[in-house]
């Protein structure tokens, strides 16, 4: 097409303009963190100490992992509240799978007496089950994927809860089934670390630099558009509830090995956890926005306030209360931060 | 009290870049049935939007009953006397005919619903309009006929001095269309003026008794319509002496058929058969509900359908969007804002959403291709913006649209199916639009354009179908010697008076 190229919009004109709101809110979360971590130094006894620094990545190496997921999910405009469960479901179930058989009166004590690699495959396959039948629900019949996701939660938390009658199953497992969990790579860091920052990786890469997270925003920004422009939003979302679901069954096999059991009641609560966390990472509960980095940011900024409160001595009941008045302090933070950019 | 319940003067109603409403003056005499017609765009629906209170004026008054009036929303607007019919029936399905005609008015103690005689005297109101309907019956088993009686009787009985009623036959039958008119001339002895919108010229001479005609945002002119001969005065004051850019249709195509539509039927289209020539422009003209969106929704691939669309040769059997884009069809949807763009991301991350082969490789992204297509786009379409990272809601409607345009050319398509493509946007954009499909048409590609606007029809395209009711009624090349007065005529319901292909 010939056009005449008008005074308005020269070529040379157009900028690439500043960085993007994704960019501007995670950078103004990350600096939120550097502020919190400045006034625990000051107020919070050996905060500054580096180790300290070290364990609160350490300790939220999971809380990232599922977040991974559950952020890539809420860009869609979807929740996923199943995680927590998946997790402990996965744990269970490849313990279950891993224990010897028929050598114990006890029926906690006897399993399948699978090989270990076998059980470990067999208990993710049974996570990404979870997933497929959140995407079948969600994707595909179109039911409100809060309903389904906490419906899969207590369904996943409930085979956990029959598999270990309510309580733990640790017993008869074979001596390679605490290594994965338990082996440290470089001096005090884990393997487990390794694979967050693997993941966090991978993430970062799909997010900004494929189609596929490409098309993972439009779907969040416009789903009605999304398919008029030729995304295949039921196949795209079905994958992510895939992964989110599998991202889950590795943390759960990573938190056996670590504890050498699979107890039901394994990170409850750590559904709403991995929520925050992107919520303070600037993801839109809406859909269309958001960030894997902003995610982490929003893991960190958790640990620190969580740690903090236990510094101080605040007694445990109220960290639930402060944790609380964090997040909203945050999201209104961010809000207030878009409204005044103007682009 | 005077003999008109309704006085507008000099009313304007301003949009960023468009004037809708044009300095209106008009008056509406107390119990009569006051029709008012002007083709798509003429402000009529903005003008109604002002009296139930969904938009505010820019400037001008209204008198209801000689009393300055202004309305907030539409229940504010019922309250004050002015009562709606929309062609979205406004019941609620769930509750019974006697507790939707209450509702919102009901009579209560302590918040407990109270029966009282109010209740009986709104059935009453039902009973005298139409005795079948049974008040303890749920709204749910109800044809759209009768949820419109239930609708007016409560308009009715909230004491209504004006009803106005938004293309109320549109969605229902032959008979019932009938008993609707029988109600709407009883209303007159109710004291109820009734403000009647309808495209299908007919009715008109059958219930109204005067007829307000728009164009352009403008009153062009009321008439008692004993005073009106027959449609065709009608129609010429609704299209005016429009000028018409001289544009000259493309002579003979060669036989080069790209798109062959054959037999198309569903629930919104009948019997749709056409062929398209490649780098020809052909519109579809119809008014509201004639199935435009529906067929241009069928070859898209997200309404079914049965028959046969033939594509280069080929067969399409898909049924999703996806596909069509890889057989090489597009689409410019009918909204803009809900199908069309992703308002929160930037131009550059919506200019290649519909071919991101085109900046990627094996799923990866090639940034810099990415920004060299968005420059490209914004220059090659002139939308006006100092960066490609400004978010789409923060542009114009009509840069909004062009970045649709962008979207889809973008797309490489080799077919164009654009749906109302200039819906709103300024005289200026339009033009710019216009040129970008002449343009397109010189490079090869078909377009399908799908307007109830004949201006934009007239002004673009080679051959136009005219639709009514889900059909093609006939099919006229473009050319100086076309006969807008007939256009109108067949698209309001007329029969064709000859075929002139």
């Known amino acids: 097409m010939r056009i005449r190229i008008g005074a308005k919009t020269e070529s040379n004109k157009i900028s690439r303009g500043r960085i993007s709101n994704e960019s501007f809110i995670t950078l103004s979360m990350f600096a939120v963190l550097i502020v919190l971590i400045g006034l625990a130094s000051i107020f919070v006894p050996n905060f500054y100490l580096l180790q300290n620094i070290i364990n609160l990545v350490t300790n939220s190496w999971y809380l990232i992992v599922i977040g991974i997921g559950v952020t890539f999910i809420l860009v869609t405009g979807n929740f996923e509240m199943s995680v927590s469960g998946v997790v402990a479901m996965t744990g269970v179930l490849c313990v279950y799978f891993c224990q010897a058989s028929n050598v114990s009166p006890s029926p906690l004590a006897n399993g399948l007496g699978l090989p270990y690699g076998v059980a470990v495959i067999l208990s993710l396959l049974c996570a990404m089950l979870i997933g497929a039948i959140n995407a079948f629900f969600v994707a595909k019949l179109k039911i409100a994927s809060i309903v389904v996701t906490l419906g899969t939660l207590s369904i996943s938390r409930g085979i956990a809860q029959i598999v270990t009658q309510g309580a733990q199953r640790n017993t008869s497992l074979p001596d390679i089934f605490g290594v994965v969990g338990n082996i440290f790579i470089i001096g005090s860091v884990k393997f487990s670390i390794f694979i967050m920052i693997f993941f966090i990786i991978v993430a970062v890469i799909i997010e900004k630099k494929t189609v596929f997270g490409r098309r993972t925003y439009l779907i969040g920004a416009n789903i009605q558009a999304a398919k008029l422009s030729g995304v295949k939003v039921v196949q795209h979302v079905t994958v992510l509830y895939l992964i989110s679901s599998f991202l889950a069954g590795v943390v759960g096999i990573l938190l056996a090995s670590e504890y050498i059991s699979g107890t039901s009641n394994r990170i409850m609560g750590a559904e709403f956890d991995a929520l925050v966390i992107a919520l303070l990472g600037g993801t839109a509960i809406s859909g269309g926005f958001g960030s894997v980095i902003g995610t982490v940011i929003g893991a960190l900024i958790l640990a620190v306030v969580a740690s903090s409160s236990t510094g101080l001595l605040l007694r445990p009941e109220w960290q639930f209360i402060l944790k609380s008045v964090i997040v909203f302090m945050a999201i209104m933070a961010q809000r207030f931060a878009i409204d005044r950019r103007k682009l | 009290m005077n003999d008109y319940v309704l006085e507008i003067k000099n009313l304007i109603k301003d949009?960023?870049?468009?004037?809708?409403?044009?300095?209106?003056?008009?008056?509406?005499?107390?119990?009569?049935?006051?029709?008012?017609?002007?083709e798509n765009g003429a402000g009529k629906s903005t003008l109604i939007k002002i009296l139930t209170g969904a938009l505010d004026k820019t400037s001008g008054t209204i008198l209801l009953n000689g009393k300055e009036y202004s309305a907030r929303n539409t229940r504010d607007a019922r309250l004050k006397g002015i009562s709606t019919v929309f062609q979205e029936l406004n019941v609620v399905d769930q509750l019974t005919v006697e507790e939707n005609l209450t509702l919102g008015s009901e009579d209560t103690f302590l918040g407990f619903l109270r029966k009282t005689d109010k209740i009986k005297r709104v059935i009453n109101v039902l009973k005298s309009l139409e005795p079948s309907i049974n008040p303890k019956q749920l709204v749910s088993r109800l044809s759209v006929a009768q949820k419109q009686i239930v609708e007016i009787a409560k308009a009715v009985a909230a004491g209504s001095d004006i009803i106005i009623m938004d293309e109320p036959t549109a969605a229902i039958s032959e008979c019932e269309i009938e008993r609707l008119f029988k109600i709407i001339k009883s209303l007159k002895d109710k004291k109820v003026?009734?403000?009647?919108?309808?495209?299908?010229?007919?009715?008109?001479?059958?219930?109204?008794?005067?007829?307000?005609v728009m164009r352009d945002g403008r009153h062009v002119g009321t008439k008692p319509v004993s005073d009106v001969k027959n449609r065709l005065e009608l129609i010429k004051m609704m299209i005016g002496k429009t000028i018409f850019e001289s544009y000259v249709p493309k002579e003979s195509m060669k036989e080069d058929v790209l798109l062959e539509v054959k037999n198309l039927n569903n629930d919104k289209l009948s019997d749709i058969s056409f062929e398209v020539q490649k780098g020809e422009v052909v519109g579809f003209y119809g008014l509201l509900g004639a199935g435009k969106t529906e067929l241009a929704s069928a070859l898209f691939g997200t309404d079914r359908y049965r028959g046969e669309i033939i594509f280069s040769g080929k067969k399409l059997l898909y049924n999703s969007p996806d596909k069509a884009i890889e057989a090489g069809i597009a689409l410019v949807p009918e909204e803009r804002r809900t199908q069309g763009l992703f308002t929160i991301l930037t131009i550059r991350s919506n200019i290649p959403v519909m071919n991101m082969s085109k900046i990627s490789r094996s799923g990866f992204i090639n940034t810099s291709k990415e920004l060299k297509a968005a420059k490209e786009y914004i220059v090659k379409l002139k939308i006006a913006t100092n960066t490609m990272e400004k978010q789409v809601s923060k542009l114009s409607g009509g840069n909004q649209q062009k970045v649709v345009f962008a979207k889809c050319l973008f797309a490489d398509a080799d077919l164009l199916i654009l749906d109302e493509p200039t819906r709103g946007i300024d005289v200026g954009a339009k033009s710019e639009i216009y040129n970008i499909i002449r343009g397109l048409s010189k490079e090869g590609k078909s377009i399908l354009i799908f307007s109830s606007e004949l201006y934009e029809i007239l002004n673009n395209c080679d051959r136009i179908f005219l639709m009514c009711d889900g059909r093609i009624k006939t099919e006229i090349k473009n050319g100086p010697a076309i006969n807008m007065e007939e256009i109108i005529h067949i698209v309001t319901g007329g029969e064709a008076i000859c075929e002139s292909v």
Not at chain 2, 15 to 38: E, Q, W, Y
Not at chain 2, 193 to 212: A, N
Request: glycine fraction near 6%; charged fraction near 20%.
């Open chain 2, 193 to 212: 003026t009734v403000i009647y919108i309808s495209h299908r010229l007919d009715e008109i001479f059958e219930i109204g008794d005067y007829v307000t």
């Open chain 2, 15 to 38: 949009f960023p870049g468009v004037r809708a409403v044009n300095d209106v003056s008009l008056v509406i005499k107390r119990n009569t049935v006051h029709c008012i017609v002007g």
